[in-house]
């Protein structure tokens, strides 16, 4: 089982920026898949950006250009750096890993941008 510790989350005004932080502990060593998730207020929780064991990124279309995903060497840690931020990021932002076969969530970290 791994645990995912959130950090970085807060309150931010439109165009700003946050960085998002993802510890992870326990049975990490077969992390193959790190991810931000988020959800907002009556939507569905939506993938916001990937980083598989490979190093290959992915990102919703949203937040292409505004959001980078990335890790440390270690690969226990995953960050999520946001960029001119919009009121429509607005949500609370998952952590997500796949180790083996198992995927491990956090419990979440509240992003809110003010217009």
């Known amino acids: 089982q791994v645990q995912l510790v959130e950090s970085g989350g807060g309150l931010v005004q439109a165009g700003g920026s946050l960085r998002l932080s993802c510890a992870a502990s326990?049975?990490?060593?077969?992390?193959?898949?790190m991810a931000w998730h988020r959800q907002a207020p009556g939507k569905q929780r939506e993938l916001v950006a990937a980083i598989t064991s490979g190093g290959s990124t992915s990102y919703a279309d949203s937040v292409k250009g505004r959001f980078t995903i990335s890790r440390d060497g270690a690969k226990t840690t995953v960050y999520l750096q946001m960029n001119r931020l919009k009121p429509e990021d607005t949500a609370v932002y998952y952590c997500?890993?796949?180790?083996?076969?198992?995927?491990?969530w956090g419990q979440g970290t509240r992003v809110t941008v003010s217009s």
């Open positions: 997500t890993v796949i180790a083996g076969i198992k995927r491990s």
């Open positions: 326990g049975s990490i060593f077969n992390i193959n898949f």
